[in-house]
């Protein structure tokens, strides 16, 4: 059993930045690729970013490309998104999921565990 605990979310500016973090209990962490998805109320649910188990692979949606970056620290348990000149369309809630798989993915196909989220606001 693998329990995904997110912070960092909140409000900010447009043009502004947040780090989210997530981190992972449990001894496996490593085994597992990991990403950041968002969703807003009456949207369907959209992958952000993702990192493989060694962070060798990433991926990034098109919308976030440039401005927001996935990264993980093994040793802590932790991975991380930074998120650099955000804007009002960024705002959703945040979630942290877990794939137990060598491989980045692209999509919440076969997600292991999920976080319960943290809301990130930009105003404009």
């Known amino acids: 059993q693998v329990q995904l605990v997110e912070s960092g979310g909140g409000l900010v500016q447009a043009g502004g930045s947040l780090r989210l973090s997530c981190l992972a209990s449990?001894?496996?962490?490593?085994?597992?690729?990991m990403g950041w998805f968002r969703q807003v109320p009456g949207k369907e649910r959209e992958i952000v970013a993702a990192?493989?188990?060694?962070?060798?692979?990433?991926y990034y949606t098109d919308s976030v490309k440039g401005r927001f970056t996935i990264s993980r620290d093994n040793a802590k348990n932790t991975v991380y998104l930074q998120m650099n000149s955000l804007k009002p369309e960024d705002t959703a809630v945040y979630y942290c999921?877990?794939?137990?798989?060598?491989?980045?993915?692209?999509?919440?196909?076969?997600?292991?565990?999920w976080g319960k989220g943290t809301l990130v606001t930009v105003s404009s």
């Open positions: 449990g001894r496996t962490f490593s085994s597992y690729a």
């Open positions: 999921a877990s794939r137990r798989s060598k491989l980045v993915f692209t999509s919440d196909y076969g997600m292991d565990y």
């Open positions: 990192i493989s188990w060694t962070g060798g692979s990433i």
